[in-house]
């Protein structure tokens, strides 16, 4: 009989070992405020994680229609085998879509350490639309379910996306892509959009695989950009796209 319990056990405590457990995003921005650094693994993040509401958020600029809220984060933040519920905005317009708004309140959170979201899963939006990261920032290995927003985006160091999978649209228009940038191996199933971006550095989108509409018009590359092996299977537009100063074509940029 104690055999078979012991059996029992065995088969008991695996499971218990491997439940994921579930972190509120609240805590996570109460650790922030706190100025506790941020290191979850294998968790369940629910709610949203609103990087824009923090205790620091101070007034960058207002003129008489506009208005922006600047909130830092000031502590490192990793995220490793988490899967995020709600939406995780580092930017938060409360007056988008609304009609007859004559002014407007703009909330956005720079990183000044490093942040890491590594082999994460994002169930709805993320948007670090004007952030600034300003160390290390990772995405590797994640998967955005839904539209993943980047738009004007300032990164001091390389970002990696390496094995990223981008279910919906994903937007880095008007990013200046510092060396060392890497989407290899990344797959964009939904469209992908880096009009007007700059690739003045070092960087890779080797292997990566974009299914659907893609748009790098007037976008600007250098030959130390790296995109052996990449796959355009959907439409593309690389009108006004230039490699080293000069116009190119998709065909010279994977080819070279």
Known sequence: MRTIISALLLLVIPAISFAQKTVSAASV???????????????EITGTLDFTSLNNKRLERSNSNDKTYISTVNVPVTFSNCKFMGKVLGYYNPDNG?????????????????????????????SFKYSVFSNKISFSGSRFNEEAEFKYTSFKKGPVFKSVLFKDEAVFKYV?????????NAVFEGDADFKYAQFKHSGSF???????????KYAAFVSAVNLKGANFSGS???????????????HELVNK
Do not use: W
């Open 176 to 184: 200046d892509f510092p060396s060392n940038f890497d989407f290899s």
């Open 206 to 216: 080797a292997g990566a695989s974009f299914k659907d509409d893609t748009d790098f």
């Open 236 to 250: 593309n537009d690389f009108k006004y796209t230039t490699l080293d100063n000069r116009q190119t074509n998709m």
């Open 98 to 126: 609304k009609s007859f708004i004559n002014n407007s309140t703009v909330n956005n959170a720079n990183f000044n350490a490093d942040v890491n979201f590594e082999n994460c899963s994002f169930e709805d939006d993320v």
């Open 29 to 43: 921005i109460e650790s922030i405020n706190n100025n506790q650094p941020v290191l979850i693994n294998d968790a």
